[in-house]
């Protein structure tokens, strides 16, 4: 169980704070100089250098947004154009990309961070632009959203496996319909037939959390709230749940963590956006008002999982279940050990989760003091250990910036040293982004500047 420190504030990190951007700069600057593109998008490091791993196209939306949140953290003009200079060369194949699940994250990183940037006038308003960027999400919204599996009652966003399948993953990725849709779009299908986009997004939300998410309720022998299941499966001949299941977890039937820091954040944000915007609901007001209290109950239980399944410093292990877990004896009353000799940790979790903790926490306050002070301690609680070494990346030959990050431990993707047991000391595109939202986050808080989220700038888009 996590050891949360009551006494830090976001202000104590600004020294470290100001230091982590300093090394980030060097970090993109290394990738853009060295990277060989023929290989394809960045996705994770080996022997420090970043390398790609053919799957889906999921990553290079972090490399690019990168350099815009360099840009919004430090005012630094050449991480924006670079960002800018990129989103327009190589992200337009990420708008119309309809085999993946991963719209939310390759397209809100890029062209939704330059479009809350210029809303928020950090950038020159410009209307072609502002409109490019906007057409970008809208388009992307609609292509994602049309990966579609109708159910009893609703539907899902299905994975890149197939139409029987739902990711938990893509509880952040469904933020892109959800902005298309401020923007006035929808899907116009066969027939000219309408669909909405908002109704899609909350569907899909309930399914996510109805299926991937487990609540002590006795659904199954392993039914521990909080608990989550990376792939839910679905018999698509007549639309009925059939399993839990695991493509990057050890099984269905125990929780990977990253899988389990995706529902954390996500959930927390669809819960800042139901309970924050104001969205036309075309007389679905109890539906509105029924999706905030499934996002508020699954935030919560995945939020106080990771803090009673976490290693004492709240850096998780790769799977709560994984075998080796067994052999380090009382894990979990003791800080995690990323060299340890059988089973890696995955500090991408942490940087995602943590994020989670503070946003669900921040959204708490004045609604549930004592629950809001957990979380949100938890949250800076966590952050404090990633500002640190082990964590934090500070070798100027390693182009990664969060260390002991994993991708497919049962694929055994990742770079293992010479005489290791486990992989570690290697970084990825989505720990190193996530890592740079997180601080960015604190950052912004702290200096008392506007609150970051994926619609805040969004919310009068006719302006």
């Known amino acids: 169980m996590i050891t949360i420190d009551q006494s830090l504030t976001p202000d ?11 090394l980030s700069a060097a970090k993109i600057q290394s990738i853009l100089k060295h990277y060989d593109r023929r290989k394809g998008s960045p996705v994770f490091t080996a022997a420090g250098k970043y390398t790609t791993r053919g799957w889906t196209e999921w990553t290079q939306g972090f490399e690019f947004g990168s ?22 060369d190589k992200m337009a194949s990420h708008v119309g990309h309809f085999g993946v699940h991963d719209h939310g994250f390759n397209n809100l990183s890029t062209y939704g961070n330059l479009l809350r940037l210029m809303r928020e006038s950090r950038l020159p308003m410009n209307l072609w632009e502002r409109h490019f960027y906007e057409l970008a999400i809208k388009l992307s919204g609609a292509i994602q959203a049309h990966r579609w599996t109708t159910i009893p009652g609703g539907g899902y966003i299905y994975s890149f496996n197939g139409p029987h399948s739902l990711f938990v993953d893509t509880i952040r990725t469904v933020r892109i319909l959800e902005v298309s849709h401020l923007f006035g779009h929808a899907i116009w299908d066969e027939n000219d037939i309408r669909i909405d986009l908002l109704e899609r997004a909350v569907q899909h939300v309930q399914a996510t959390a109805k299926y ?16 989550v299941a990376h792939e839910s499966v679905f018999n698509v001949n007549d639309g ?3 399993c839990p299941n695991s493509q990057q977890g050890y099984s269905g039937f125990t929780t990977w963590t990253r899988g389990l820091a995706w529902a954390m954040l ?3 944000e669809q819960l800042e956006f139901f309970s924050e915007v104001s969205v036309v609901t075309d ?17 919560r239980a995945v939020c106080d999982f990771y803090l009673e399944h976490t290693p004492i410093d709240g850096i998780p292990y790769w799977d709560t279940g994984a075998p080796g877990l067994v052999q380090l004896g009382d894990y979990l009353n003791r800080p995690a050990d990323p060299f340890n000799g059988y089973e890696p940790v995955d500090s991408s979790a942490a940087a995602i989760g943590a994020q989670g903790l503070l946003r669900l ?13 957990r979380y949100w301690q938890g949250g800076l609680t966590i952050l404090k250990r990633l500002l640190e070494e082990p964590y934090l990346s500070t070798h100027s030959e390693h182009q990664g910036l969060l260390l002991h990050s994993i991708y497919h431990r049962p694929n055994g993707w990742d770079y293992q040293p010479a005489g290791s047991a486990i992989p570690y000391g290697e970084s990825s595109m989505w720990g190193d982004y996530h890592f740079r939202e997180l601080v960015l986050y604190v950052q912004r808080i702290a200096q008392q500047g506007p609150y970051h989220s994926f619609f805040h700038a969004l919310t009068n888009p006719n302006e």
């Open 12 to 22: 104590y990190f600004i020294p470290a704070i100001d230091r982590f951007w300093e």
């Open 240 to 242: 009925n749940y059939r």
């Open 266 to 268: 996500g959930f927390a």
């Open 361 to 373: 926490g921040h959204h708490l306050r004045n609604r549930d003091e004592s629950a809001s002070t």
């Open 212 to 227: 991937a998410v487990f609540y002590g309720e006795g659904s199954d022998m392993y039914d521990v709230r909080g608990r």
């Open 67 to 88: 350099a815009i949140l360099q840009y919004d953290a430090t005012g630094d003009a050449y991480f924006l154009e670079l960002g800018r200079k990129e989103t327009v």
């Open 283 to 299: 007389g679905r007001a109890k539906e509105m008002e029924a999706i905030e209290s499934t996002c508020d109950k699954a935030a």
